[in-house]
């Protein structure tokens, strides 16, 4: 049998590498790059160190191709462009798919010193980055294409944190688009080709809206990453406000009595709902923090007369806040489509 051999400058020992038994009964051999002859492996202080490429047993040695290469400045183009005060994971393990973790941190807050501090918003998304050599330009209907493998976009769908795709080129790393998986998968292949999961064919061509441009909308990335939350939220907002404002109601008609310990049960559902920082925060209703704490506020005088004659505070909004939340997703694509951009 014969074994092709490779001759490299390294500090390797070569009984570590197995070779002294493959080939110390043998003479010589010869390779591409130079005579190999028996003290080449017996000695360890030559100037070569000799490494088996064992082609029939499919081993090899590590190398740094020109396709790493680009990975690594692609990933770096991308942190680059992240906020700071993100913290942004790159991951060890990449098999699938994953390159990047990051978790969305918000401005707000002072530290001991008097500096701006941020705080956790609980948001995270993940990331696969591709990277090119080639410019990044518009193809056929005027997207940046690239194509996936189905596996692949099987498993991104799974997720319910958001997954981006990032097209880099290390030529103008200043220049990423994106697009979120999850959401091209609903809007577009769903409606295109509802059967892509089972047809022929290994891979499926995106195609990215150029104007999903990292530089210039890092607030759509943002609003895709909040809206697992916000959706977990809006749950929960609807069984406690739906709850309150049916007992509200029914104390206001006399249909259900009032004490102190219904009141006290109603500003526990109440200051409940004023954790729901994303929902508060992200809402279109004018409804805030402030928003409850005058519901909480109102809670309190309800065992008054004069709290049994005025209306709850801001009810409209509360209200116009249930019924938006249940058309969230038809709102979101007629405002974004008005403005010539997709959901995802």
């Given at each position: 049998m014969s074994w092709p051999i490779y001759m490299l400058d390294a500090a390797i020992k070569p009984d570590a590498c197995g070779i002294i038994g493959k080939y110390k009964a043998a003479n010589s051999c010869t390779t591409g790059l130079r005579h190999v002859s028996k003290s080449d492996f017996s000695n360890p202080h030559s100037s070569y160190r000799a490494y088996r490429?064992?082609?029939?047993?499919?081993?090899?040695?590590?190398m740094r191709t020109q396709s790493h290469i680009i990975d690594t400045k692609a990933v770096k183009a991308v942190m680059a462009q992240l906020p700071d005060h993100w913290v942004v994971r790159e991951l060890s393990e990449r098999d699938y798919g994953i390159d990047l973790l990051v978790e969305i941190f918000a401005p707000g807050l002072k530290d001991a010193m008097g500096k701006d501090a941020f705080v956790a918003t609980g948001a995270v998304f993940h990331i696969q980055i591709k990277g090119t050599e080639e410019p990044l330009k518009p193809v056929g209907a005027g997207t940046i294409n690239y194509s996936l493998q189905k596996?692949?976009?099987?498993?991104?769908?799974?997720?319910?944190?958001?997954?981006?795709?990032?097209?880099?080129?290390?030529?103008?790393?200043?220049?990423?688009?994106?697009?979120?998986?999850?959401?091209?998968?609903?809007?577009?292949?769903?409606?295109?080709?509802?059967?892509?999961?089972?047809?022929?064919?290994?891979?499926?061509?995106?195609?990215?809206?150029?104007?999903?441009?990292?530089s210039a909308d890092l607030n759509k990335i943002e609003n895709i990453a909040f809206e697992p939350k916000?959706?977990?939220?809006?749950?929960?907002?609807?069984?406690?406000?739906?709850?309150?404002?049916?007992?509200?109601?029914?104390?206001?008609?006399?249909?259900?009595?009032?004490?102190?310990?219904?009141?006290k049960d109603l500003r526990i559902r109440a200051y409940r709902m004023r954790r729901l920082d994303v929902l508060l925060t992200r809402n279109d209703c004018c409804i805030n923090r402030e928003s409850v704490d005058d519901l909480i506020a109102y809670i309190g005088e309800l065992d008054t007369r004069q709290g049994r004659l005025d209306p709850p505070p801001h009810s409209d909004n509360f209200e116009l806040l249930m019924d938006t939340l249940l058309a969230r997703s038809d709102a979101r694509r007629h405002v974004l489509e008005n403005d010539g951009l997709t959901i995802y």
């Open positions: 490429c064992a082609v029939d047993s499919g081993t090899s040695f590590h596996k692949s976009l099987a498993y991104m769908e799974k997720f319910s944190t958001p997954f981006f795709l990032f097209r880099v080129s290390t030529k103008e790393p200043q220049t990423i688009f994106f697009t979120w998986i999850q959401g091209y998968i609903k809007e577009v292949m769903d409606r295109e080709t509802p059967m892509w999961r089972d047809q022929d064919g290994d891979t499926i061509v995106i195609r990215i809206p150029p104007a999903n441009l990292l916000f959706l977990e939220e809006s749950i929960e907002f609807s069984e406690i406000y739906s709850d309150i404002s049916n007992r509200i109601n029914a104390i206001l008609h006399r249909a259900h009595d009032f004490d102190q310990d219904v009141a």
